[in-house]
């Protein structure tokens, strides 16, 4: 219902939807594009006009805002160029770019792994002391897609942290840290029975996170008009005898999509391989392609969409 009211308050201001995504709109006002993308009810607003952003503001606020009898329920207005939102930090401060980190984010997921370490020793499972560097210099060790049949598989209640620690990687991978996607990609398929060699990957993982926490994801745009997108297949690496797929597009600098995960069928060579990893690929980046022409955007040997005034 809130969002079948928000979509019908911003038709009425006189934005058109993305027919790509439902949750983004743009609007063109004295030749300036103002843009909504919104999560539920947290709206990001940008122009280059600080009077359309003011005017956009003013009417959500007429339109949404119930102020109770203790203050509470004004709509709270962030602007600048530093953004929190979920666990991110979104820096526009650098000419034409955005830094996206999650500093805070890794440093909890650090700490939880090293509490959750100190539960294994207590006896969830034998754990053999090595000496490890305390830090990493890849997301991933040299033997990730290996599988030791013969491995003594974790506790339920280690496998219960393994999945938990799993699923808060995931979370920030997929936000900030396409680098460690392809880590992710082989530990999220051994979370229903995963093993010591396992849990070992996972801290190979947290350790190189942890030493490149304040390493930030830099997206940009050059000035070519173009999408890139880069899609590749490494054969039959997974113990199934699968290849995984890698893929990440951009508009010239840092990947807006990344894209790491194994294919659904075998195949028979590298050359087929490929293939299935186009096949796999491609209806990502026609959407991409599609709606960065219909939120306005310029790409080149493309007919130009013609945003309502």
């Not at 100190?118 to 040299?142: E, H, N």
């Amino acid at each position: 219902m809130f969002y079948k009211k928000l979509v019908a308050a911003l038709k009425s201001y006189g934005f058109v939807f993305n027919p790509y995504d439902a949750c983004v709109a743009n609007k063109t006002v004295d030749g300036s594009v103002v843009t909504i993308c919104f999560h539920v009810d947290d709206c990001k607003i940008s122009c280059v006009s600080t009077k359309v952003v003011d005017e956009t503001i003013s009417r959500l606020r007429n339109d949404f805002e119930v102020v109770f009898e203790d203050g509470s329920g004004t709509m709270k207005v962030h602007r600048g160029k530093r953004h929190e939102f979920v666990g991110m930090s979104l820096d526009y401060s650098h000419k034409g770019e955005v830094h996206i980190s999650m500093i805070r984010y890794v440093q909890d997921l650090v700490d939880t792994f090293k509490q959750a370490q100190l539960a294994l020793d207590d006896g969830f499972i034998k754990v053999k002391k090595k000496s490890r560097s305390s830090t990493q210099l890849t997301a991933a060790p040299k033997n990730l897609f290996v599988v030791n049949e013969g491995c003594e598989p974790l506790s339920d209640a280690a496998r219960v942290l393994y999945h938990s620690m799993v699923a808060k990687c995931l979370y920030f991978a997929k936000r900030a840290r396409p680098d460690a996607m392809t880590a992710m990609s082989f530990l999220t398929k051994r979370v229903k029975k995963p093993d010591r060699e396992d849990w070992e990957k996972l801290e190979h993982l947290v350790k190189y996170l942890e030493s490149t926490k304040n390493l930030p994801l830099i997206l940009s745009a050059d000035n070519s008009d173009n999408i890139y997108t880069y899609a590749d297949a490494a054969f039959a690496v997974h113990p199934d005898m699968k290849s995984p797929n890698g893929a990440g597009l951009t508009l010239g600098r840092g990947f807006a999509i990344s894209i790491s995960g194994g294919q659904k069928l075998n195949t028979s060579s590298s050359t087929w391989a490929e293939l299935v990893c186009v096949s796999d690929i491609l209806p990502t980046a026609q959407w991409i392609r599609l709606f960065v022409l219909a939120i306005g955007i310029r790409i080149e040997g493309e007919e130009e969409y013609n945003l309502p005034g």
